[in-house]
């Protein structure tokens, strides 16, 4: 028996050193990696894509894993863009590094998102769609006639100031069009002898115009005119609110 000891000893030393690096090196660098290799896969076949993705990435390039987790974060993007999750679609998207069609795609929806809530008259909606839309994208050039078209129903509904705040959202580029609108709904007051109304609009247009002289210069005789044909029908009230805007 005292002549097993030692070799019991040595056996016991061989277990512990090959248990130790089993649990240590073994498992931890071939089977785990292995394991989680077949997990993620099967994360993505019942489309839990982002989870996948992560997973996917946390394997260090094992086998074709970095591959398969930027295609992962791409159908995570395709779920999101689907379910009508844009900014997460983007996130997916930029991920997996998704081709200049999938982002096509979002800034197009991007762009229909925020033309809708345009027709509602939803200015913080409508812009908040439109800072998704990526730079350099082709929509851009049409935002300014989705807010104009909300332009001119806030006017026509006398919410001026609401009105304002959607021309601010506009480009330097619309600005002439934009004094062009505020003059004709200037107009448009001054025939409803609303001359409140109609000032606030021709400061608009003033405020806009490329030209300012020019523009004060055609508000005075629009002013005049809408005060002679007020005198002519004998509203003398009006008229004399007519000619205080121009210091007559």
């Given at each position: 028996m005292r002549k097993l000891l030692p070799l019991l000893i040595i056996l016991g030393a061989?277990?512990?050193?090959?248990?130790?690096?089993?649990?240590?090196?073994?498992?931890?660098?071939?089977?785990?990696?292995a394991q989680e290799?077949?997990?993620?896969?099967?994360?993505e076949k019942e489309g839990d894509y982002v989870l996948a993705a992560l997973t996917f990435e946390s394997l260090g390039g094992l086998k074709d894993s970095g591959a398969r987790a930027k295609a992962a974060w791409v159908k995570a993007g395709d779920a999101a863009y689907e379910a009508g999750e844009l900014a997460r679609a983007r996130t997916f998207y930029l991920k997996g590094g998704a081709g200049e069609d999938?982002?096509?795609?979002?800034?197009?929806?991007?762009?229909?998102?925020?033309?809708?809530?345009?027709?509602?008259?939803?200015?913080?909606?409508?812009?908040?769609?439109?800072?998704?839309?990526?730079a350099g994208s082709r929509y851009?050039?049409?935002l300014d006639q989705a807010r104009l078209?909300?332009?001119?129903?806030l006017?026509?509904?006398?919410?001026?100031?609401?009105?304002?705040?959607v021309c601010a959202c506009c480009t330097k580029a619309s600005a002439a069009e934009i004094s062009a609108l505020w003059m004709d709904s200037g107009r448009v007051k001054v025939e409803e002898k609303d001359?409140?109304?109609a000032s606030y609009c021709f400061a608009r247009a003033v405020a806009y115009s490329e030209n300012g002289d020019a523009?004060?210069?055609?508000?005075?005789?629009?002013?005049?005119?809408?005060?002679q044909r007020a005198e002519a029908a004998g509203d003398a009230e009006f008229a004399a609110k007519c000619r205080e805007r121009i210091g007559e």
């Open positions: 061989i277990l512990l050193a090959a248990a130790g690096a089993f649990l240590f090196w073994i498992y931890p660098a071939k089977i785990r990696p290799y077949n997990r993620a896969a099967s994360l999938a982002l096509a795609s979002l800034d197009a929806a991007y762009y229909r998102q925020g033309v809708q809530a345009y027709a509602a008259n939803d200015r913080a909606s409508a812009e908040n769609s439109f800072s998704g839309i990526s851009l050039g049409l078209g909300c332009v001119r129903r006017v026509e509904s006398g919410e001026l100031e609401a009105a304002e705040k001359a409140e109304a523009a004060l210069q055609s508000i005075s005789l629009i002013w005049r005119a809408a005060a």
